[in-house]
């Protein structure tokens, strides 16, 4: 675990908090427990400018904040936070009675790519992907800040993101190993993705219909053939900003 010297602190400090959320700034002096001066504490968080401003001048390592009642899985607004400040977050969830484990995301750590718990936002399929062409490409691909349930919602976050991050679309006879196919499962948009490999297999993080974390579902190498039927789009790398 990251800062892990700061975590029963972090622990007990929200569980105080709730049912507001409540935010730390970890920097080179320390972790340092901020006013949440958003005017709905109690489902969002905003950290003053001064205190920001504080966080910079002492070196800002990472941000954590509480989700009181709700999973400890980044919203969309969180995932944009973290684009935004360039450095980890930690996003814990908590009661009155106790509080999560942080989870931590925007680490540097990458790999392994199989084996990885479903956790949205954190290691999903779009996850992984962007892991894997990190890992095995050398290429940084751009986050899609995303919340649970965004293809209920009307949103076609895939095809606009992939599309934005520099792929394009390619003939189903042209896909080779490190393409990119999409597809559509017990949806209305394209909500599942994976990369292309060897023999006839494919890399994708297994995601859950029960909730936003099931750590029963891993990230695999599997058959290609079982997903076929689904696939909407292939897609290949062709450039962007890295």
Known sequence: MMFEKYAKKIKEQAVRDYPKEAVWLITKKGCRKVRNVHPDPENHFEVSKADLAKAALAGLLAVVHSHPDRPEVPSANDMQGQVNTDVPWGVLSCTAEGASDIRWWGTPERAPLTGRPFVHGISDCYSLIRDYYFVEKGITLPEFPRSWGWWDEGEDLFIEGFEKAGFARIAPGEVKPGDVWLARIRSGVVNHGGVVL??????????????PIDESRLSAREPMARYLPHVELWLRYVGGDK
């Open 198 to 211: 060897d023999h006839g297999l494919a890399l994708h993080q297994i995601g859950s219909p029960r909730g």
